[in-house]
């Protein structure tokens, strides 16, 4: 469902979300001006190049000791030695080929089911180094590529609020990962809890939740969640005309 979609959500959130509206400022990998290169494969193909060199030569000791028996003539050297190489090289890469399709039929085996999910791990490895906004441009090339995927807009969200402060932008990102994404109920209950406890708590703006509580009651009047933003709504509406929070 779409939340805070009014004229709340056109307005913005500060001074915070200019970056969040702004284009990207950096390439994937910014630092570095590298790009994301599959280390595993560059190393396992060159592993199976050593191989297919010892292949070679034991098909070579193998053809020598042929002729030596008199068993073949002296074209087995060759035969051999590239049988050798042959089966040495194309064999481990026809392996990890085949291995690599029963991987992604064990995780989708219709094509219907739900994919394994995305990895960010470049994103989280700029987290980890407190390289925040690289990470968060990393983040938002990840929702270019997959709009639908929620999990970048909470990550970039949740860097904003617990990382940089920047309690607007993370208002923004949250409100996007609702109207953007494609999230379960799970997803958007927590979602909507984290935003409401933003402007409440850190923000301490508890009416500007007040239009995402009234929608939801309405539209999901009668579920869990609809029930929970009637109540929450209520006590907002005791807050701001300065009476008891309490139920």
Do not use: C
């Amino acid at each position: 469902m779409n939340a805070d979609s009014g004229p709340e959500s056109q307005r913005g959130d500060g001074a915070g979300t200019d970056a969040a509206h702004g284009p990207i400022r950096r390439a994937y990998a910014p630092t570095s001006g590298r790009r994301d290169v599959d280390q595993f494969e560059r190393v396992a193909r060159f592993r199976v190049a050593l191989w297919s060199i010892v292949g070679a030569f034991l098909g070579f000791l193998l053809g020598v000791f042929l002729g030596v028996q008199g068993m073949a003539g002296a074209g087995v050297i060759f035969l051999t030695t590239f049988i050798g190489w042959a089966s040495s090289y194309f064999g481990p890469l026809l392996l990890m080929r085949w291995t690599s399709r029963a991987g992604g039929a064990l995780y989708n085996p219709s094509g219907k089911s739900t994919p394994r999910q995305r990895e960010y791990s470049l994103a989280e490895s700029y987290v980890a180094r407190g390289q925040y906004q690289e990470a968060i441009d990393a983040f938002e090339v990840a929702i270019l590529e997959d709009p639908s995927d929620s999990m970048p807009y909470l990550r970039v969200a949740r860097i904003q609020r617990d990382k940089m402060g920047d309690d607007g932008g993370a208002a923004h990102w949250f409100k996007k990962a609702l109207t953007d994404s494609d999230t379960n109920a799970g997803i958007r209950t927590l979602v909507r809890k984290e935003l409401l406890e933003l402007y409440e708590v850190r923000m301490g703006q508890p009416g500007r939740a007040a239009p995402m509580l009234a929608r939801v009651s309405e539209e999901e009047a009668g579920t869990k969640d609809g029930d929970w933003a009637a109540e929450e709504l209520k006590r907002i509406k005791r807050i701001i005309a300065g009476g008891s929070d309490a139920p």
